[in-house]
């Protein structure tokens, strides 16, 4: 990925400013890893199919700093990890068969989310707290609409809310806080260190 320079920055590259093939292969992986691990944070509940985990936390916080394109290839990358049978995923099985897993639109929706949120992280959402909260919320917003609609085939359309969207809406307004202190004060910090 190169050219990252004439696109608008995102954290990462502001803090990381080498441009180059290492720098954009080790981010990529390590973002991909950040998301396996984060994914293993899981509490699963009795009455839904779907684990409540740091997944998706990982996942736009990925976007956020790393924006769209390197966001998206990172998804795509741990993904690649699940299906090529790794144990990386909180709920779909690993190997090819987590394409028709319960959870597969959360999996499809975890790419469209990190090119979102960073798509708005590139035009400066990530540089205040009610900006932050509003593309973290957008980006939950994405992966719940994936999640929810593929899920309705398992459950169907009477239960899917219950059991694919509100119980995790607590968790998501921590998650979302949480960047939004993260990610604004990313950017003061490297401020202060870039004055004289």
């Given at each position: 990925?190169t050219?990252?320079?004439?696109?608008?920055?995102?954290?990462?590259?502001?803090?990381?400013?080498?441009?180059?093939?290492?720098?954009?292969?080790?981010?990529?992986?390590?973002?991909?890893?950040?998301?396996?691990?984060?994914a293993?944070?899981?509490?699963?509940?009795?009455?839904?199919?779907?684990?409540?985990?740091?997944?998706?936390?990982?996942?736009?916080?990925?976007?956020?700093?790393?924006?769209?394109?390197?966001?998206?290839?990172?998804?795509?990358?741990?993904?690649?990890?699940?299906?090529?049978?790794?144990?990386?995923?909180?709920?779909?099985?690993?190997?090819?068969?987590?394409?028709?897993?319960?959870?597969?639109?959360?999996?499809?929706?975890?790419?469209?989310?990190?090119?979102?949120?960073?798509?708005?992280?590139?035009?400066?959402?990530?540089?205040?707290?009610?900006?932050?909260?509003?593309?973290?919320?957008?980006?939950?917003?994405?992966?719940?609409?994936?999640g929810?609609?593929?899920?309705?085939?398992?459950?169907?359309?009477?239960?899917?809310?219950?059991t694919?969207?509100?119980?995790?809406?607590?968790?998501?307004?921590?998650?979302?806080?949480?960047?939004?202190?993260?990610?604004?004060?990313?950017?003061?910090?490297?401020?202060?260190?870039?004055?004289?």
């Open positions: 990925m050219g990252i320079a004439s696109h608008p920055k995102v954290l990462v590259d502001t803090v990381w400013s080498a441009d180059g093939l290492a720098r954009e292969v080790s981010l990529v992986i390590g973002g991909s890893l950040a998301i396996a691990a984060a293993q944070l899981r509490i699963v509940l009795p009455f839904t199919l779907v684990p409540v985990t740091g997944q998706t936390f990982a996942v736009l916080l990925v976007g956020a700093l790393f924006g769209a394109r390197r966001g998206a290839a990172t998804v795509m990358t741990y993904l690649s990890l699940g299906l090529m049978g790794l144990p990386v995923f909180a709920a779909a099985p690993p190997g090819p068969g987590a394409l028709l897993s319960p959870t597969a639109g959360y999996l499809a929706g975890f790419v469209a989310a990190a090119w979102v949120t960073g798509t708005l992280s590139e035009r400066g959402w990530d540089r205040r707290p009610w900006s932050t909260a509003l593309a973290m919320g957008i980006g939950s917003a994405v992966i719940f609409a994936f929810v609609l593929w899920l309705s085939r398992f459950v169907g359309w009477t239960q899917v809310l219950q694919g969207f509100l119980p995790f809406i607590p968790g998501d307004l921590l998650k979302i806080g949480l960047a939004t202190a993260i990610l604004p004060a990313g950017w003061k910090l490297i401020g202060r260190r870039s004055r004289p």
